[in-house]
């Protein structure tokens, strides 16, 4: 009987160190690490302005010309959109979630939102595409 409760733990013991030591999915949820974002202007004017808050930390990107990529910034976790104001020239831009239920936070990896203006005239003309690299 004691060897049977022996041989049980040990096997609990071994599967959760089996499972836990077989985690290693870049993308997986639950496993903060190092996630770096940056913006790309894929559009054709400059960006006076670009500051994204991603839920798990925010940064002012500042001036992007077009055609251009900012440097990595590192964030606690981002998600495949965020809120993203774009300022260029007397045009403000906004990407507004509503909320992120059912959304993957990403905890590892360098991603890029790619920003560009697909309705000049609109407030929410800003469109955003989300790229793991």
């Known amino acids: 009987m004691k060897r049977m409760k022996y041989l049980l733990n040990f096997s609990l013991l071994l599967a959760v160190l089996l499972a836990l030591t077989s985690c290693n999915d870049d993308d997986a949820p639950g496993e903060p690490g190092i996630v770096r974002l940056r913006v790309s202007n894929h559009s054709p004017v400059k960006f006076d302005?670009?500051?994204?808050?991603?839920?798990g930390g925010?940064?002012?990107?500042?001036?992007?010309?077009?055609?251009?990529?900012?440097?990595?910034?590192?964030?606690?976790?981002?998600?495949?959109?965020?809120?993203?104001?774009?300022?260029?020239?007397?045009?403000?831009?906004?990407?507004?979630?509503?909320?992120?239920?059912?959304?993957?936070?990403?905890?590892?990896?360098?991603?890029?939102?790619?920003?560009?203006?697909?309705?000049?005239?609109?407030?929410?003309?800003?469109?955003l595409e989300f790229r793991k690299n």
């Open 58 to 127: 925010e940064h002012d990107y500042g001036v992007l010309a077009p055609g251009s990529t900012s440097d990595y910034i590192t964030f606690q976790y981002v998600y495949r959109y965020a809120y993203v104001k774009v300022v260029a020239g007397d045009k403000t831009y906004v990407i507004q979630p509503i909320d992120y239920v059912g959304e993957t936070k990403y905890f590892v990896g360098s991603y890029t939102y790619i920003l560009d203006i697909i309705e000049p005239e609109s407030m929410y003309g800003l469109s």
């Open 49 to 55: 302005q670009v500051y994204v808050n991603t839920g």
